[in-house]
């Protein structure tokens, strides 16, 4: 299966921006990188995904390397309500039900007031 | 609004017990999904369905089951086989097709007594 790897936790400041990495050394070129995050005791929400090209919606902006062994998700000013679990998965697969989405434990961000 | 609903928030299970957590959406989206959250955990998936009267067995099946009956709604029966329930259970939809962006229920918290 291919793997993400994110730190375990990270801090940042109300207001400041914010560059979550993730390392997907092992992608291939039909892996889409999805983010998704959790709130405590809620479900996951979507944020964004992408394939080769850097992608922004209201939410973030995902930057993808140009060799795409690696992404960040960047949120452009961090409020307290975006305190959570932050999950990078690639959907992995040839299509159909051979897809896959893997869950790991994301990073913990906490955001200072 | 349009979105999914978990039922109960909280469910406790004697042991040897079935129990079934239910799962609506009105979103009109074909596939649906079971995860379980441990503590600290990502998700793992349960099962999986596609589309009405059609299911598949995900990492941890062993000790669950699932009904795919109406396109609106996914059942998930934690048996009596299941010897360590006690988890966060988080249902999801997804349109366009299998593994698309998935939408999430706000979760039950199933605790064994």
């Known amino acids: 299966d291919a793997k993400t790897t994110q730190p375990n936790s990270m801090e940042s400041n109300e207001e400041e921006p914010v560059h979550l990495p993730c390392n997907h050394s092992?992608?291939?070129?039909?892996?889409?990188i999805h983010w998704y995050r959790q709130l405590p005791s809620q479900g996951p929400e979507y944020v964004i995904h992408g394939l080769t090209s850097n992608v922004n919606n209201r939410m973030a902006s995902l930057a993808i390397a140009e060799d795409r062994k690696s992404s960040t998700l960047i949120l452009h000013r961090a409020t307290l309500r975006d305190a959570a679990v932050y999950y990078c998965i690639l959907r992995e697969g040839s299509g159909g039900s051979n897809y896959k989405l893997t869950f790991g434990k994301g990073t913990l961000l906490t955001v200072n007031p | 609004d349009g979105g999914i609903t978990q039922s109960p928030k909280y469910l406790f299970r004697k042991e040897g017990q079935n129990v079934t957590l239910s799962c609506e959406q009105n979103?009109?989206?074909?596939?649906m999904y079971w995860y379980r959250q441990d503590p600290g955990q990502g998700l793992r998936l349960i099962y999986y369905s596609q589309i009405v009267n059609d299911f598949q067995k995900g990492d941890i099946a062993e000790g669950y089951s699932v009904s795919r009956e109406k396109k609106e709604s996914f059942p998930l029966t934690v048996t009596s086989a299941q010897k360590n329930p006690t988890a966060f259970y988080l249902c999801a939809s997804s349109d366009r097709g299998l593994w698309e962006t998935q939408y999430f229920g706000p979760g039950t918290r199933l605790l064994v007594l």
């Open positions: 092992t992608i291939s070129g039909t892996d889409y």
């Open positions: 979103l009109n989206h074909d596939a």
